[in-house]
């Protein structure tokens, strides 16, 4: 993590589950100048100082309020900020669904708004989190994401060929985030009975460390303008439902509005774009007016077959019951942070 020494880095949304883990990874293993936490939540501020980074411990951290909605308190924000994750948005699909007007404000306002204040601020890097959702959207929170993801690849053009660079990281659904499945199946398990949607129903899954790696991989690898997607495992709502209490019964309460039967991340239209490695597929934008070279990964990939999908349903990789309930164990194992003089031990080991 050379290459964050000495640097500035602020996270969007940063009182979140995604923020949360990723300033617990970058406390760890990076020596930054500065890290800040920008939210309009004033209270997970708090919960955030108090509970997990106090300053006192980690005087490098910085605590900013504010909404990505607010144009002018970004700019503020980005003042000396290297690069930039964006992790704010509305993200509940039902929620969305009743209040469509927010949700546009946040997650494209906010993005347009994002993209404008790097500019201006002359920020190297910005990596925009992104949602399976986004691709053939069926609910307007995908909708959202879908028009954030395309003003992202598309601000490459608008900061030309010396301004930031903007990326996007493409994943499923986060393992035991903030209002995902499994806290909500922990608690109706009281109840002896675990509402299930539909039995078919099958989803990617991401645990909060592997999105964080992903951001990271972006920042490194990124040219401007990508889509990076994980290979990551699919499950069935049923097998997680059996992770959480066997002993529970399930009730079919069918799918609700805007969900889809399977999610996808890579759509067969957009396979001509893009280019599977190891761990990881990135859908290389349609047009590239800001740079005049092929990217340095290029080489090590190769092109997908035309209609070529990634799909939770056609997913080679699944999570078994025994796994699910292995990762349900695991995060349930609070977080430990590495003092000052540890931290400093894993810097000079790095």
Known sequence: ?????????????????????????????????????????????????????????????????????????????????????????????????????????????????????????????????????????????GATKLCSDKLFVAANSLSGEKGPRFAVVRYGNVWGSNGSVVPFFQKQAETGVLPITDPKMTRFIITLQEAVNLVIKAFRRMEGGEVFVPKIPSTTILDIARAVDPNCKTKIIGIRPGEKLHECMIPADEARHTMEFDDHYVIQPTFCSWSSRPPAYVAEGTHCEEGF??????????????????????EMQPAELASPQELQSVIQAA
């Open 1 to 141: 993590m050379f290459w964050l020494k000495d640097q500035t880095v602020l996270i969007t949304g940063g009182t979140g589950s995604f923020g949360k883990k990723c300033a617990e990874y970058l406390l760890k293993h990076a020596q930054l100048k500065r890290l800040i936490i920008f939210s309009r939540d004033e209270q997970k501020h708090v919960n955030m100082r108090r509970n997990y980074f106090p300053t006192d411990r980690y005087p490098q951290i910085r605590y900013f309020v504010g909404d990505v909605r607010d144009e002018d308190r970004l700019r503020r924000a980005f003042q000396g900020v290297d690069y930039v994750i964006h992790a704010a948005a509305m993200k509940h699909v039902d929620v969305a669904e009743y209040n469509p007007q927010e949700c546009i404000r946040t997650n494209i306002g906010g993005a347009e708004n994002v993209i404008n204040a790097a500019i201006d601020s002359h920020v190297k890097k910005v990596v925009a989190l992104s949602t399976d959702k986004a691709a053939v959207p069926v609910n307007l929170y």
């Open 309 to 330: 999908s990634y799909s939770s349903d056609n997913n080679p990789d699944w999570l078994t019951v025994e796994q699910l309930r292995s990762m349900i164990a695991e």
